[in-house]
């Protein structure tokens, strides 16, 4: 039976996570889900900088601020504090 | 110490590479997941982080996926700071062997108010007595979160949690927060400094600054959180803001022992009178709800006297008293 047993060097490095938490996409834990109006964006950056999950992306070639809905959880920050009221949460998946 | 006089750009700062990933599981709308986010985009150079038990370090590593783009190691609730310490010693000694490929390397150690006010608080004095050259970020959310609610030596006054709940007598807990800010700054340390995840500009340039300080440096974020404090998860920063208005956290940074008010508090300094009841921040926290039954009213004038009280003191500290 003792052979079955694997020995401390066989046995991976205790607790050390390598997988990049990136891999694993909090997206669909959300009930609502931001739209975003580029009309009315003023680009102040406030977004990007409040939101727990890194889902809001400033894209630097063109300028413009994307949603990352693989790991948006729907919070609702974003939407709460934009000055130019540029963020509306709607249901997902539609009415 | 000399104080920085970097000046982050909004644009200059969403362009720097996130260190502290997407994929964490943190709740939605978490607060200590924005001072996290804001800290680690502060830093200088290379950075190593280490971590007590809470919730940060539960949502952020769950085997096997990490959220940290930088070494990090995690510890046990007590010790980070004694973690930290060693870290850091452990440079040192590689430098002075010239095996240190680097100029310099930046320790943080992050830690909930759990790991900080109670459990931690004999390791981290003995760290910043020993003097060695680290940050030690608390990251404030008033409770232990992660093991569902439990009071802690943060927890304000008239708070309802699980260990210290609202009924028919008791008002939720009794005693009161401990100033944690107050008891480093009292350790003489170089650098101390309170921000709120509200004014991000704030908590980065102060962030910089503990990480550019030689010494130890302590830095206490106000960090809502929705789960435990029972609102909206879109209340946050809003919450986070309202803590600053009605000045029960007040922004301020102490450089060699020298009281400074943040421009955030400090027109509340010049201008008392836009100063905000209490009230309206604690209407917005279902932890409180208790309070606005008319037996329990008399404890929201408690609280707002306290408030006044630690607020009037900081005020002398920062030779900002009201009548001048």
New interface residues.
């Given amino acids: 039976m003792n052979k079955t047993l694997k020995g401390w060097k066989d046995i991976p490095i205790a607790?050390v996570?390598?997988?990049?938490?990136?891999?694993?996409?909090?997206g669909d834990?959300?009930t609502f889900k931001p739209i975003h109006d580029a009309e009315k964006c003023t680009k102040?950056?406030?977004c990007?900088?409040?939101?727990?999950?890194?889902?809001i992306?400033?894209n630097?070639t063109n300028e413009e601020i994307e949603f990352?809905y693989?790991?948006c959880?729907?919070?609702?920050?974003c939407?709460?504090?934009c000055p130019a009221d540029a963020i509306k949460?709607v249901r997902e998946g539609g009415e | 110490m000399t104080t920085t006089s970097w000046k982050p750009t909004?644009?200059e700062?969403?362009?720097k590479a996130?260190l502290?990933?997407?994929?964490?599981?943190?709740?939605?709308?978490?607060?200590p997941?924005?001072a996290l986010?804001?800290v680690m985009k502060a830093t200088r150079g290379p950075t190593i982080v280490t971590n007590a038990t809470g919730c940060m370090e539960v949502v952020?590593?769950?085997?096997?996926?990490?959220?940290w783009k930088v070494p990090w190691i995690?510890t046990a609730f007590e010790n980070v700071a004694a973690n930290a310490s060693g870290i850091e010693a452990a440079l040192k000694a590689m430098k002075r062997k010239g095996r240190l490929a680097h100029e310099n390397i930046d320790v943080i150690a992050f830690a909930g108010d759990g790991g900080t006010f109670d459990i931690g608080i004999q390791a981290l004095s003995g760290a910043v007595e020993r003097g060695h050259d680290f940050l030690y970020v608390l990251y404030d959310n008033e409770a232990y979160m992660n093991t569902g609610i439990q009071r802690s030596g943060s927890t304000p006054h008239g708070a309802s949690t699980t260990t210290s709940p609202a009924g028919r007598v008791i008002p939720g807990k009794l005693q009161y927060k401990k100033p944690i800010a107050d008891i480093m700054v009292a350790h003489e340390i170089p650098y101390v400094a309170t921000a709120s995840?509200?004014y991000?500009q704030d908590l980065l340039v102060k962030a910089r600054r503990g990480l550019e300080t030689e010494g130890p440096a302590f830095m206490h974020i106000f960090t809502p959180c929705?789960r435990g404090w029972r609102y909206?998860?879109?209340?946050?920063?809003?919450i986070a803001r309202l803590g600053v208005e009605t000045c029960i956290f007040p922004l301020w940074e102490t450089i060699d022992g020298e009281y400074n008010l943040s421009p955030q508090s400090k027109i509340f300094a010049l201008k008392p009178e836009r100063k905000k009841k209490i009230s309206g921040y604690l209407k917005m926290q279902r932890r409180f709800k208790h309070l606005f039954r008319p037996k329990f009213k008399h404890v929201i004038d408690e609280i707002q006297h306290r408030v006044d009280e630690r607020w009037n003191r900081l005020l002398k500290r920062c030779n900002m008293t009201q009548s001048d």
């Fill in positions: 607790g996570c390598w997988k990049p938490a990136t891999q694993y996409l909090t834990w959300k102040c950056l406030l990007p900088m409040i939101c727990p999950d890194s889902a992306k400033w630097q990352d693989d790991f959880k729907g919070c609702g920050i939407a709460n504090e949460m | 909004a644009k700062i969403v362009e996130e502290f990933t997407s994929g964490h599981r943190a709740c939605a709308g978490c607060g997941a924005i986010r804001q952020s590593t769950i085997y096997p996926y990490t959220a995690h995840i509200a991000w929705p909206d998860t879109s209340k946050t920063i809003e």
